[in-house]
């Protein structure tokens, strides 16, 4: 299994412009999340979803959209990039009753 | 209020030493608690969980868990070089499903 998968691993914007982070599982994880960690703050949760076509906002969602049209992907859309977007996101997956969720390598963006 | 705290760090100990990882929380209905290891550019990686009623040893790390304080402990005993990473504390959030509430992170480095 390749677990949690994400791409790209780095990426630069330009202020305005648009993008979409992938992630995808291959553990058939009901869970799925979307979250994004500055220096110093920890996890805040953007977006997650419990099955494909259900998503909910997390704590900081303003400036991101999610679908989830599959089980096993689960793509985070940026929409006119603005520097505070400049962040590592991080895409995660579990199951109900499991004792941890699982982490993807993260996305680095840097937005200009 | 933030409903879990954790010192940010960096916290840079001597290779040998035993070192203490410390997070508070607020609502003391929370039970459940997990420390995750963060390497550099990595995603977070379970590490250990416990309950509300004590402690848990696993090899060189113990958790530790003082409901009267609202506090919780990681110790690492014998600290090697390969233990520096970033440490997160985590609790289920009470009113959602599989959303977890995130410390901060302690930044830890072990000099050699």
């Known amino acids: 299994n390749a677990g949690v998968t994400q791409t790209p691993k780095f990426r630069i914007l330009k202020i305005g412009q648009s993008m979409t982070l992938q992630c995808a599982q291959d553990?058939?994880?009901?869970?799925m999340y979307w979250y994004r960690q500055d220096p110093g703050m920890g996890l805040k949760l953007i977006y997650y979803?419990?099955?494909?076509?259900?998503?909910d906002k997390g704590e900081v969602p303003n400036g991101y959209n999610v679908s989830r049209s599959t089980t096993e992907d689960f793509p985070l859309r940026l929409e006119l990039a603005a520097p505070s977007q400049t962040s590592v996101y991080f895409c995660?997956?579990?199951?109900?009753?499991?004792?941890?969720?699982?982490f993807g390598p993260g996305t680095r963006l840097t937005v200009l | 209020q933030k409903e879990v705290e954790q010192d940010p760090g960096p916290l840079s100990v001597p290779e040998g030493a035993i070192v203490s990882l410390n997070c508070t929380y607020s609502?003391?209905?929370?039970?459940?608690f997990m420390w995750y290891r963060q390497y550099s550019r990595k995603g977070p990686e379970l590490l250990m969980y416990?309950?509300s009623s004590g402690n848990k040893e696993d090899g060189r790390f113990t958790a530790q868990v003082d409901k009267s304080s609202k506090y919780i402990s990681l110790f690492i005993r014998d600290s090697q070089p390969s233990d520096s990473a970033t440490y997160l504390c985590?609790?289920?959030?009470?009113?959602?499903?599989?959303?977890?509430?995130w410390g901060a992170g302690t930044k830890l480095i072990i000099k050699p």
């Open positions: 985590a609790t289920p959030r009470m009113d959602s499903n599989y959303q977890l509430i």
């Open positions: 609502n003391s209905a929370f039970q459940y």
């Open positions: 416990t309950y």
């Open positions: 553990m058939n994880h009901n869970y």
């Open positions: 979803s419990v099955g494909a076509g259900i998503t």
């Open positions: 995660a997956s579990t199951v109900p009753g499991a004792d941890t969720q699982y």
